[in-house]
């Protein structure tokens, strides 16, 4: 089965960075749009920042200008780089995908296991 971790998550204070990173790993024949999601406790699951096969990426308007979502298709691997980080960007961060994999060439959106990222002020 097809996985995605997570890494990079911690406690950092206000005007801090963070990098997070998600790894696919199993039978992945291609990976199509990647995208980091937050959740913060008792809010709905919202987009942060996507970015496509091809490059083009694409950031909710809170964290333009802070955040840069980057990927090496070598590697199926997408980083969030988060700076001047707000104590409103505290929350769940998962990673999501779509992935062909190989032996069926069957098309799945997968979900990382999330990983908590904590601004204090």
């Known amino acids: 089965q097809v996985q995605l971790v997570e890494s990079g998550g911690g406690l950092v204070q206000a005007g801090g960075s963070l990098r997070l990173s998600c790894a696919p790993s199993?039978?992945?024949?291609?990976?199509?749009?990647m995208a980091w999601y937050r959740q913060a406790p008792g809010e709905q699951r919202e987009l942060v920042a996507s970015?496509?096969?091809?490059?083009?990426?694409n950031y909710r308007d809170s964290v333009k200008g802070r955040f840069t979502i980057s990927r090496d298709n070598a590697k199926n691997t997408v980083w969030l780089q988060m700076n001047s980080l707000k104590p409103e960007d505290t929350g769940v961060y998962y990673c999501?995908?779509?992935?062909?994999?190989?032996?069926?060439?069957?098309?799945?959106?997968?979900w990382g296991q999330g990983t908590q990222v904590t601004v204090s002020s």
């Open positions: 199993g039978s992945i024949f291609r990976v199509n749009d």
């Open positions: 970015i496509t096969s091809s490059g083009s990426t």
């Open positions: 999501n995908a779509g992935i062909w994999v190989r032996a069926s060439l069957s098309y799945t959106e997968y």
